[in-house]
Structure formats: structure tokens, C-alpha cells
């Protein structure tokens, strides 16, 4: 299975920052999975997004519930995320990954290679 973020690696302040995740070798509506949404700022941990479960619901980091959508297209094989009102807080890792159903929805064995954006004037 091999998952492959897209979207710009330049987003302004206060716009909205619109990611890809193109899943191949698999299935986003296989039970038991969801599809989440991580990134990673220099010299940060990981900060979980937010999460699509296989009937589509969706799942969100309180901080960032209020700006935050995940969502997804069937026919395509890929689930998106969008984030509203962007900050210059600095380069961040996006990444798309497979996670586990019911559970914390954090990453659990597919990831991409991770998309660098950049929010900036």
C-alpha cells in the first residue's frame, strides 16, 4: 500500500491550506481503518490533525477542530484535508497515514513521504 500526499507547499497567512492523500494498494472505506492526518514543525513532536474512519466520520485534535476538515472522494481513492485561517507558526511536515479504527486514530503502519508547507506572506 502506498499513500502519496499533494497541494502547495506555499499557503499566505489566513488562507486555506488544502492537502491530498491518493491511497493505492488498498482501500479508504476497508473496515477496521481510518485515514489520518499528522505534521511535524523543526525541533516539535508529532502533532495529530485529525482522522476519516471507514464510514466517514471524522475525527479532530480539539485545537483544531474549529478550522479543520477532513474529508474524502470514493470514487478517487483519496482523502483530503483543509485547514482555515493559516498562521505563520513556521514550515510543518504534512503527513497522511493509516490508522486504526476506534482507537486513538493516530497513525499506525502506512505513512507518506510527507508534504513541506510553508505559511508565509
Known amino acids: 500500500m502506498q499513500l502519496l500526499e499533494s497541494g502547495p507547499g506555499l499557503v499566505k497567512p489566513s488562507q486555506t491550506l488544502s492537502l491530498t492523500c491518493t491511497v493505492s494498494?488498498?482501500?479508504?472505506?476497508?473496515?477496521?481503518?481510518?485515514w489520518s492526518w499528522v505534521r511535524q514543525s523543526p525541533g516539535k513532536g508529532l502533532e495529530w490533525i485529525g482522522a476519516?474512519?471507514?464510514?466517514?466520520?471524522?475525527y479532530y485534535h480539539p485545537s483544531l477542530r474549529s478550522r479543520t476538515s477532513i474529508f474524502r472522494d470514493k470514487s478517487k481513492n483519496q482523502f483530503s484535508l483543509r485547514q482555515d485561517s493559516v498562521t505563520p507558526d513556521g514550515p510543518a511536515v504534512y503527513y497522511c497515514?493509516?490508522?486504526?479504527?476506534?482507537?486513538?486514530?493516530?497513525?499506525?503502519?502506512?505513512w507518506g513521504k510527507g508534504s513541506l508547507v510553508t505559511v508565509s506572506s
Open positions: 476519516i474512519a471507514s464510514r466517514g466520520n471524522t
Open positions: 494498494g488498498g482501500s479508504i472505506e476497508i473496515k477496521s481503518y481510518a
Open positions: 497515514d493509516r490508522a486504526l479504527e476506534g482507537g486513538s486514530y493516530y497513525p499506525l503502519d502506512y
